[in-house]
C-alpha cells in the first residue's frame, strides 16, 4: 500500500512538472502595435501586458507597424514596458517612426523585417524645448537596452552629425540593415515564424492578443476630433433644452454624450476622476451664476475656467486640445445662434434673463417724485436689482446689504438713474 501512495505521489509530481514546463514553454504572448500611437493604444498594451503578466508569461512579442503619433501615449507606454518584468521583443514589420521608433527601441531584442524602417521622429511643434527633452528620451531609452544613444538623438534632432552615419540637417531613418549593422537591431527577420525560428520556439506556442470591441470603441471616442464632436453635440443638446420647457430629448442627449466623452477617456487612463469632479463642479458654478445670482459674476467665470480646465488636459498636446476647445466653442455658439432665431426663447429662459411679457420695463431716469413710495422688489437685491412700482419695473440698489425677493421697500433717493431703496417692516392690517 505504502509502495502505491509513493508510486501516486511521484506520478503527480512528474505531471506537474511536465505541466509547468508545458507552461513555460507556451509562455510567449504577442500584439500588433499598427495605426496612430495615441492614449487608447496604450490601454491596449497595458491591458495586454497586465494579462500575459498575470497568466506567467516570460516573453512579449510587439509587432510594430506605425507612422507614429502622439508623445504622450509613446512615453507612457515605453515606461508601462519597462516597468513589466517580462522579456520584451519589439519586431518592426513595416515602419517604426516617430513615437513607434521610440517604443521600438524598448525592445530586450528588436527584430526588423527586410524593407522596414526606424526612425524619423521629427517633432511637432519643431520647438528646442520639445526637441531636446524628445531627443533625450530617445537616448535614454536606447541606451537602457544596450544600445547608442547618440544614434537614438540622430532620429529626433537633425542639428545631430555622426560621421559616415546622418549628416547634419537630416533626420535619421535606418533600414533594417543599417539598423542590425549600427546595433540599433539584432536580426532580420521576414515574419512572425521566421523570427520564432530564429528564438527556436514553436509559432504554436505563441499566443496572439487582438483588439476587443472594447478597444475599438475607446479609440474612436478618444480621437481629439471625434471628442470635439461629442461635446458639441453636449453643450448643443443641453443649449436646445434650455431654451424648451421641460427635460426631454436636449437634456438626455447633452448627459448621454458627456457620459460617453467620459467614460472613454478613464477608460484609457488619459484622466481620472479629479477632472471629471472638477467639470461638474464648474457646470454647477454655472448654473449657479444663472439660476441664483444675477448678472455674471465670479461663480459663472469660475465655472467656465473649471470646465475648460478639465476638458484641456484631457487632449494629447496643448495645441490640440486649443484647436479642439476653439472648434467647440465657435460651433457651439453658432448652432446656439441658430437656435434662437429659429425657435425663440422660452418662458424658462424669460425667467432667467428676466423678461416679461406683461409688465414693460422703464429707465429709472428722472424718477424724483419716486422717493417714499413703496414698492415690492422682484428681484434679488445684491445689492442691484429691480423693483415694482405702479406695475413698472425699475432698476435699484439697496442701501445697504442684500434684500430679498418680494420683499418690501421704500424708495430713500434718486440720483439720476440711480434709486436707492430701503427695506421696510409690512404695515399690520
Known sequence: MRKILVFLILFLVVISVFSSVEQAEASIYHIRLEGEINIAQYSFINDALSRAEAEGAEEFIIEINSLGGFVDPALRIRDRIFDSPLRIITFVNGRAW?????????????YLSSGSSIGAA?????????????RKEF?????RTGRDGRIAEAMVDSDIEIESIIEREKLLTLTAREAVELGMGDFIAENLNELSE???????????IERSSLHNIVAIITNPYFSGLLLIIAFSALIFEALTPGFAVGGTLGIISLLIFFAGHILTGAIGTGMVILFIIGIILIFFEIFVI???GVAGISGITAVLISLFFVFPNRAIALNVLLGVVFFTLLIAFLMVKKMGTSRFWNKISLETSSKEYYSSSDKQDYVGRKA?????????????IDNRRIDAVSEGGFIEKDSLVEVVSVSGSRIVVREIEEEAE
Open 139 to 143: 537616448a535614454a531609452t536606447a541606451e
Open 122 to 134: 521629427e517633432t511637432r511643434p519643431q520647438e528646442e524645448k520639445i526637441i531636446s527633452a524628445l
Open 198 to 208: 530564429l528564438k527556436a520556439i514553436d509559432p504554436g506556442e505563441i499566443i496572439s
Open 294 to 296: 444675477p448678472g455674471f
Open 376 to 388: 415690492l422688489t422682484i428681484t434679488k437685491l445684491r445689492p442691484a436689482g429691480t423693483i415694482e
Open 98 to 110: 516617430s513615437a513607434a521608433a521610440l517604443i521600438a527601441l524598448t525592445g530586450d531584442e528588436i
